[in-house]
Structures are given as C-alpha cells and as structure tokens.
C-alpha cells in the first residue's frame, strides 16, 4: 500500500509565516526610532525659514528712562504686542471727557461693518442732539445728515450733537446704546471704565483709565482699519458753512501720526489718545488730565518720540509657518506639521535686538488622535537669558488613530522609546 503524503491546510502554514513577518518588522520599527519626535533647542536657522531680518544699528544707543510727565495719568502701549511700555496711574478711573467717543465711534463701525446701518443712511436730528453744549458739529433739528457725515462731525470737531444722533440712530435711543457701551467695555477687558453717556459730557461715574483707552483704542485700529484711516486722519470738515480744524494737533505735526481723540472738561483737564507708525511698529500713547492744550500734545509727543526712538518690534516666526513634523505614533500618518497658532513679535530695546534667541520643545511621544490646534510643545524667545516670550506650538493638522496594525507596531516601538 502507498504511503499517502498529508499537505497542511493553507491556513496553518499562513499563521506562522504572518507571524514571523509582524515580529521582523516590529523589530526593526524597535531598531528606527526617528529622532525629529524629540526635537530640543531647535535653532531658527535650521529648522525653519528665517524671519524677516531686522536692521539693527552698529552701535546701539543705551535705553535711558522713560520720561516724566506732569499728566495724572498716562500710558504708551506697543500695539502689535499689547505690551505697555511706560505707564502712571494706568488704572486709575478718571474722567475721560470727549475721548468717550472712541467708543462711540467702535460702535458705529462695528454697526456699519456687520451691515446694520451704511455710510449713507439718513438720521433725523432729533430736539436732544440738536440741544447739545460743548462741542458742536451745528447740525439742525429734524433735518437729515448722513451717517459718514455725522462720522467726521463727531470724529473730526469732536461733535457732541453728532455723537448723540448716532447714539440714537444706532441704539434706538441713547440709554440703549450707553447699556451698549458698557458690554462692549467689559467684552474688551476695559475693568476700570464705566460710561453714563456717549459723548463725554461731564457725568457721576463717568470714568475710564489710561490703560482701558489704549486698549479700546487698539482695538478700534486693528478690527477697523479702512473706518480708522478715512475718520481719524482727517485734518479738517466744513459743514453748514462752518469750517472746523480736528483738535488733535500732532496730525499737523508728526507725518507719522496717524489718529487721534482729544477731550477737555474742567474736571477731566486737558486729555489725549494718539497713535502713529514708523517702520510697522505702531504706537498709542494716551495722556489724561494735563493742564494745557500744549502740554497734552508735548506729553503725549514725547511718549511716541521714547517709544520709537528706543524700542522695536522683531518679527519671531509667522501663524501656521511650519517649524517642524515630528512623528507620531499610532496615527493615520506617521508625521504632523506643527507651528504658531498667531504671528509672534516681540517688543525689545533697540540694544537687545541683536542678542535674540529662539528654542523650540516638542514632545517626544506624540500619539494620536491629535487635534488641529492641540498644543505639542513650547517655543521660546530670549533676550540673552531672560525670557522675554513663550508660546504653545501646535498641531497645524489633524491626525486621527491608525488602523490596528499601526497601533500594534506603534505600542513596540514606545517601548523603546
């Protein structure tokens, strides 16, 4: 009788060999372990496209003190930073005067870029607005002025009646749009500030601080810049015959200074918000309670003059540029792009410019999932050895789980890792 032969069945000489092939390749996954995950002190120039450069002087002058002032209070802030760079009594509440109508103004923009009302739309005068003392654009009761007019009667002569026909046109009536006012203050952050009307006009409890107009100011420039430049930098407005130079008198002094909003009550004194540029570093210094019309504008002249004079703005790196991929493990893909969630720019002394440093910490074991925007390590900047900015760096994409293979493999590999 023939001696049968017996094959194994295709399953049972499948399973070894799958098996052999997971553990060689499991084993050399073990062996590899990139080293891009665990990425330290990464140098700008290596790992990412330079930053623009800044020019910076052969010698440096040294930084002397920040001037003093006769103000009550004052404040210079770095907009591009938020960072105050001379202050005095920057949260003291104090009455604010006509520089109220910065906030006007941030309502009627914030109206008229949402759609709510346009530039040409037609505002009765009412008997209240036509009333108004103090500062007048000379409109008349129950006539019909634009919108953009009103604008450069309140913005341009510092109008009190213009100011309270937008009050009423955006509000539905002025108390609505003072409740309007405060909102929007503590929406801002603006903690020292209370408003009991929207031109100014002396009031009890009426106040704002020197920081909380920088910080409404700052607002109002970058979320409306086109409504900033066309108001704000107007030197002059004729209407119904009646000719009027804009109070704020560094426009006709300073090519840089862009913008501005005086105030002036007996009680409140003389005061200033004005900002300018120079070499993409924007400046707003805010004076409050001076004695003079001349010392409001010298002081507020002298802070900008210190501020560019002594200090700048370094681009660091860009939102959304890519400083790095590092692996990640048990993920869809095996690398994620990661950056910056906004621009970074620092405010330094024109001397420490030049002893600048950028460090990047990524987290060694990243696993997925990863969310887009989860923050995966630190970067940051120094000025020689004192840190002068930290921000998180992200994921700049998404990275869900991987199929179960790649989990597998994956959980080896951290072993070693």
């Not at 052969?58 to 103000?71: D, R, T, Y």
């Not at 009594?89 to 008229?112: C, H, R």
């Amino acid at each position: 009788m023939k001696k049968q032969h017996t094959r194994p069945a295709p399953r049972a000489r499948l399973m070894p060999r799958l098996l052999a092939a997971t553990l060689a390749f499991a084993a050399s996954a073990i062996l590899y372990v990139p080293a891009q995950a665990e990425t330290t002190a990464v140098s700008p120039q290596k790992n990412q496209p330079a930053a623009p450069s800044t020019p910076v002087p052969q010698v440096a002058m040294p930084v002397p003190g920040a001037p003093v002032l006769s103000a009550r209070s004052y404040v210079l802030l770095d907009a591009n930073t938020g960072q105050i760079i001379v202050q005095k009594n920057a949260d003291e509440p104090v009455p604010p005067a006509s520089i109220t109508k910065l906030m006007t103004s941030y309502l009627v923009f914030s109206a008229l870029k949402s759609g709510q009302i346009h530039m040409d739309d037609m505002v009765t005068i009412s008997k209240k607005a036509w009333q108004m003392q103090g500062s007048k654009m000379f409109i008349e009761v129950g006539k019909q002025v634009s919108v953009k007019n009103l604008l450069m009667g309140m913005i341009v002569q510092s109008g009190n009646d213009a100011a309270t026909a937008l009050a009423e046109y955006v509000g539905g009536n002025e108390q609505s749009f003072v409740s309007l006012m405060n909102a929007t203050a503590k929406k801002l952050g603006m903690t020292n500030t209370h408003y009991e009307d929207p031109t100014g006009w002396p009031a009890d409890g009426h106040v704002m601080s020197a920081r909380d107009i920088s910080t409404l100011f700052n607002a109002l420039v970058k979320q409306f810049p086109d409504y900033y430049h066309e108001f704000f930098r107007q030197k002059e407005f004729t209407w119904n015959g009646i000719k009027q130079y804009n109070r704020e008198k560094l426009l006709f002094r300073d090519n840089w200074v862009d913008g501005g909003k005086t105030g002036h009550t007996e009680e409140a004194g003389f005061c200033l918000a004005t900002s300018g540029q120079q070499n993409g570093m924007r400046l707003i210094a805010v004076v409050l309670g001076t004695a003079s019309d001349d010392a409001r504008n010298n002081e507020a002249e002298a802070l900008l003059n210190y501020g560019f004079r002594f200090y700048e703005n370094v681009p660091v790196r860009q939102a959304r540029q890519v400083l790095a991929t590092p692996d990640v493990f048990k993920g869809a893909a095996d690398q994620v792009p990661v950056g910056l969630e906004k621009d970074l720019v620092v405010l330094v002394t024109k001397d420490q410019a030049k002893n600048l440093s950028v460090s990047m910490t990524i987290n060694p074991k990243l696993i997925a999932p990863l969310a887009a925007d989860q923050s995966v390590g630190k970067l940051v900047v120094k000025a020689g050895d004192k840190i002068i900015a930290e921000r998180d760096v992200v994921a700049l994409n998404a990275v869900p789980e991987g199929g179960f293979f790649k989990r597998m493999v994956d959980t080896a590999r951290l072993w070693f890792k």
